[in-house]
């Protein structure tokens, strides 16, 4: 009877540790986010993006970004920037890697799939400004994610006049979920980290999750790696 009871206590705990292990393999790593985009007023959002690693095959529509003030970033979100509204580009801006252009791939559409350890794009659809992506070259594909903004659902939607916090005053909290792992411990945070408020402020992170800031004009390509 102890054999027994010890056994099934045994079989609980690797179950219990590969089910663990398995939810957290799909979660991404949040690499950088471009916090004060070179746009002003009604599209300093439009212009913003952020940059993930995939850690697992997954549809576009699986993700999900949140920004919040709060911790508890998936409950009460200030906005949501959502893979299940890909979309075809309706932006008058241009992306290009010229280091590696065969390795850039465009999604239009939720159901594409993205192969794990893939370096993902999220942007919105109709962005404004021209980036060069060439710093994410490193022999694995780019994927760039088109992103309706203007869609009713999932709310609250990003907000095309500015979602980051240029000048925040408190922690500001990133979460991208995939499907139902929440991947809470892969929550990125920044704060007012630069010397000063200037267009082309960003904000990368590296794999432990400490922030680093920075800026290179517009040009996305000259920030330094992870």
Not at 13 to 36: G, K, M, R, W
Not at 177 to 187: F, M, Y
Not at 195 to 219: I, L, M, Q, R
């Amino acid at each position: 009877m102890k054999l027994k009871i010890k056994s099934s206590l045994v079989f609980f705990i690797v179950f219990s540790l590969f089910t663990f292990q398995e939810s957290f393999s799909q979660c991404p790593t949040i690499d950088y986010a471009l916090i004060n985009s070179c746009a002003s007023g009604s599209t300093e959002g439009v212009n913003e993006f952020i940059v993930f690693t995939t850690s697992a095959n997954a549809a576009a529509g699986n993700y999900q970004l949140y920004y919040d003030n709060d911790s508890n970033v998936v409950n009460s979100p200030l906005n949501i920037l959502s893979g299940v509204n890909a979309r075809t580009k309706n932006g008058t801006g241009t992306i290009s890697a010229n280091s590696c252009s065969s390795s850039l791939n465009f999604v239009t559409s939720p159901t594409t799939i993205i192969p794990s350890g893939s370096k993902v794009v999220f942007i919105p659809s109709n962005f404004e400004q021209d980036y060069d992506f060439s710093l994410l070259c490193s022999g694995v594909g780019i994927y760039i994610v088109y992103i309706d903004i203007t869609s009713s659902s999932p709310s609250p939607n990003w907000n095309g006049g500015g979602t980051f916090g240029n000048t925040p005053n408190s922690n500001r909290y990133i979460q991208i979920t995939n499907g139902s792992n929440n991947c809470a411990s892969n929550i990125r945070i920044f704060d007012f980290g630069w010397a000063s408020d200037k267009d082309g402020n960003f904000v990368s992170w590296n794999n432990t999750g400490d922030p680093s800031y920075g800026n290179n004009g517009c040009n996305f390509n000259s920030i330094p790696p992870t």
